[in-house]
């Protein structure tokens, strides 16, 4: 008999509410930063959507390679 499992903790009983991969106890309820990170965002942004990232910086570059 191998005592070894008792250093094991317990998968958590929750999937992560992002991804819905089993918990890590690190991140609960999360998987993950990321995942935990996506969720903080939609609390921090206020609605349940993904904030899509500005284009402005991304027009910028069109043009301005050549500085
Ligand atoms: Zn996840």
Not at 8 to 14: F, T, V
Not at 20 to 42: H, I, M, T, W
């Amino acid at each position: 008999m191998n005592a070894a499992n008792e250093n094991k903790p317990l998968a958590s009983s929750g999937k992560c509410p992002i991804c819905g991969k089993p918990a890590q106890p690190e991140y609960n309820p999360f998987c993950s930063k990321r995942c935990a990170d996506v969720d903080l965002n939609r609390w921090l942004s206020g609605n349940y959507a993904i904030p899509a990232v500005e284009s402005e910086e991304d027009d910028r570059d069109e043009d301005d390679r050549e500085a």
